[in-house]
């Protein structure tokens, strides 16, 4: 969970991250030795997932916003399934 929130800590305040991260996620990933559920939500953007596995939902919120995911599109995806 460590190189997870690192990521998301790091993306979160470094631009020229996210702007890596976009273009080149494998190897983002890679440098962070994310594996299994996190490296796969990661790839997908798959918010939820994050949340349910474990992560900071401030780190993943934040994370969000640097990497340009609007705002609607984010929490329209967490509450998915929800009643």
Request: proline content about 1%; overall charge neutral; some cysteine.
């Amino acid at each position: 969970m460590y190189s997870l929130h690192k990521l998301l800590w790091e993306i979160r305040k470094d631009s020229e991250l996210a702007k890596r991260f976009r273009s080149q996620t494998s190897e983002v990933l890679n440098e962070y030795g994310l594996e299994g559920d996190s490296r796969q939500a990661m790839l997908t953007l798959d918010f939820k997932k994050l949340h349910e596995i474990g992560a900071n939902p401030y780190l993943i919120y934040f994370c969000a916003l640097q990497l340009q995911v609007g705002r609607e599109s984010y929490y329209e995806q967490i509450r998915e399934g929800k009643s």
